[in-house]
């Protein structure tokens, strides 16, 4: 083999490594949404027994209690793993620091428990402390997806990290009513912290949407209970009235959790869903950067593509240098509040950190975004062209650089010009 050959097969070795360990870290994501499920019914029977003063859900909470402590266990060992991989593709000095919130919110929990168990603590202050330790979890899927170098993998944890967030919210939403129903009703504050829930949920579902892939679309519209959502809107709608409850608050409190309990569950669905996308996407890129491994023909072609067509330059001539057409309109609105929402005054001590995590969002949300245009470009040209995919790429490389714009700027040129050149197919 030549030099360059010899380089190039070092590099696919390198990128099947970095492969199997994203596929590492995604396996991770999937046992952390496994955990953070269990942890939210955790807290939703919790704000029900400490609201009912004892009274209501003392043995499902149990149950569900032990179901966490067995989840626990095996988040320890992926965490630890994590952290002792240290100069590996998904460990970084952030991640690490994630990962030691983490550690100490699992170190806390059992003292939560007991807590609650024996009643000093208030539903608020509980929910408190359920979502600092699911927002540091939340904050490891978020670093995954940020480390991420494979753009199709990027895209797809991207998906999960905003569905995961919209089910968290859900489920805060969830402690929130069944703590209003079953006590005295719903004060102002709780009134407007439920409303403000509700709206980040429906943020994070659109923007999930918009990333996830068709068929994981079809699948989120087949598992959505109709009549469930319709009593959940429902009691909505009772809850963020002033009127005083009309029906016994420990009866409602019941029926908004089972409610609320099926739309998560049916959220949890589509998150293993697209678990499983992933799972079977690292595959399929680890089996075809080995296929081109073992195939040295692959190799020698990658390295003898051609520099891009006299035509397409010409092409860009025509472009009058104004791109200002905007694509992903979700992706533009960042959510205007922390990845938890303050409840009343006792959350609002985290808004500092976790507003530096929705701003680590909007630079991946701007970098996608960017990437989805260029990828859009790109197959515009190599329709029109008969360019190959490294080919197209090539040009628009050197059309950037010529023309002195970024790449995003020049795909949004090129996107814009998409009549002229669907002509040429």
Not at 41 to 47: L, P, T, V, Y
Not at 203 to 210: V, Y
Not at 406 to 419: F, P, Q
Request: with cysteine.
């Amino acid at each position: 083999m030549t030099p360059a050959e010899d380089l190039l097969l070092a590099a696919k070795r390198c990128e099947i490594d970095d492969l199997l360990h994203l596929a590492t870290i995604c396996e991770l994501v999937g046992d952390i949404s496994h955990f953070i499920h269990v942890l939210q019914k955790e807290r939703g029977a919790s704000n029900i027994y400490l609201a009912s003063r004892g009274e209501r859900f003392a043995d499902r909470r149990q149950e569900h209690v032990q179901d966490s402590r067995s989840m626990e266990q095996a988040m320890r060992q992926r965490l630890d793993v994590l952290g002792k991989s240290g100069g590996r593709l998904a460990t970084s000095a952030r991640l690490l620091s994630r990962i030691a919130h983490v550690w100490h919110g699992l170190d806390r929990l059992d003292e939560l428990r007991h807590e609650i168990e024996t009643l000093h603590i208030l539903p608020d202050e509980a929910t408190v402390l359920f979502n600092r330790l699911i927002s540091g979890l939340l904050s490891v899927v978020f670093d995954a997806a940020d480390t991420a170098r494979d753009p199709d993998i990027t895209l797809s944890l991207v998906a999960i990290f905003h569905l995961m967030q919209g089910k968290e919210l859900a489920g805060q939403e969830r402690a929130c009513g069944a703590a209003g129903f079953t006590a005295t009703g719903f004060d102002e504050a709780h009134r407007q912290l439920l409303q403000q829930l509700i709206e980040a949920q429906q943020r994070c579902f659109d923007t999930f949407l918009e990333f996830a892939t068709p068929q994981a679309r079809q699948y989120w519209e087949q598992e959505m209970p109709s009549r469930t959502l319709a009593g959940i809107h429902q009691l909505r709608e009772m809850a963020c009235r002033s009127d005083p409850l009309t029906e016994p608050a420990s009866s409602l409190g019941e029926t908004w959790y089972e409610l609320a309990t099926r739309r998560i569950d049916a959220i949890k669905e589509v998150e293993d869903y697209l678990n499983r996308e992933l799972a079977t996407l690292c595959q399929e890129k680890v089996v075809a950067t080995r296929d081109a491994i073992a195939n040295p023909a692959k190799l020698y072609a990658e390295l003898a593509t051609g520099n891009p067509s006299t035509a397409c330059q010409q092409l860009v001539e025509l472009f009058d240098g104004n791109a200002s057409q905007e694509l992903g309109e979700l992706t533009a609105h960042i959510m205007d509040s922390p990845l938890n929402r303050s409840l009343i005054d006792l959350m609002r001590a985290q808004a500092s950190r976790l507003q530096g995590i929705s701003d680590d969002l909007e630079n991946t949300r701007k970098a996608l975004r960017e990437r989805k245009l260029v990828e859009r470009a790109k197959g515009l040209i190599m329709a029109s062209q008969q360019m190959t995919e490294e080919e197209a790429y090539r040009f628009l490389r050197k059309s950037s650089m010529d023309q002195g714009k970024s790449m995003s700027e020049l795909a949004t040129t090129i996107l814009g010009l998409s009549d002229i050149l669907q002509k040429q197919i």
